[in-house]
């Protein structure tokens, strides 16, 4: 119940949104030995949210959720493991504890291996296993894995090159409002990006003009007004389809 009440007041569903309490209640609940509150306090010190970030602190407590069979605490230390965060950065280990994740289910962790695989960090490279893991992400909705599959598409690696499908997996991960979504978007279908953020701008009242998929005057007007509107101007100086101008104006096309 601890650990419910405190995934509650961390997402303020039904109360409201208290970081720190649901820290607080989750520490309650590791120290009743809940094995789930181990992986959701370990999340709490990996970000910061309710609690001085301490990656060392969230690796181990990954540790000990991953000792009591936790699946989703596994992809976690993967992920630690992986980046070097709070433990000494080690690929293979990260892709074992990945694999085990996989093994039980976990969507997230089928994206991480299939990174592993793409790029060969802890484990032999196979970029045709890499697809494999990002379609079967895919399926389950992991905008990441969609993401994935938009670049093997376009560049034919793991995959037979088919732009059709690479536009698809783009699209999907940029209507998810993922930045990686909308940059894969960009980068295997400019049009149709820029059809995308024109339909969003008209859906928040900046866009006026016919949606024709180039980036017009009209639309570098509409999109100057969203970011100063936001105050991100200096971030969108550089153009509407330059990286830094997307990762910012992007989550806010929602």
């Not at 009743?32 to 970000?47: K, R, V």
């Amino acid at each position: 119940a601890m650990t419910a009440l405190g995934y509650a007041y961390n997402s303020g569903r039904g109360v409201e949104q208290d970081s720190e309490k649901a820290a607080e209640l989750f520490q309650k609940a590791v120290d009743s030995g809940d094995i789930g509150a181990m992986t959701a306090l370990g999340y709490a010190y990996n970000t910061g949210r309710g609690v001085q970030q301490d990656y060392e602190m969230a690796a181990e407590l990954f540790k000990k959720a991953v000792d009591g069979g936790d699946i989703g605490a596994m992809t976690a230390l993967g992920y630690a493991y992986n980046s070097g965060r709070g433990v000494e950065q080690d690929y293979e280990k990260a892709a074992e504890l990945f694999q085990k994740a996989v093994d039980g289910g976990d969507i997230g962790a089928m994206t991480a291996l299939g990174y592993a695989y793409n790029s060969g960090r802890g484990v032999e490279q196979d970029r045709t296993k890499a697809a494999e893991l990002f379609q079967r992400a895919a399926d389950e909705g992991n905008v990441g894995a969609m993401t994935a599959l938009a670049y093997a598409y376009k560049s034919g690696r793991g995959v037979k090159a088919n732009l059709e499908k690479a536009r698809t997996f783009a699209s999907a991960a940029s209507q998810n409002f993922s930045t990686d979504g909308m940059l894969a978007q960009r980068a295997v279908d400019p049009n149709g990006f820029v059809e995308f953020v024109q339909s969003r701008l008209t859906e928040k009242g900046y866009f006026t003009s016919r949606k024709t998929g180039t980036m017009n005057r009209s639309t570098i007007i509409a999109v100057s007004k969203l970011c100063s509107d936001l105050g991100i101007s200096d971030d969108c100086k550089l153009g509407p389809l330059s990286e830094r101008a997307i990762r910012a104006y992007g989550p806010n096309l929602r």
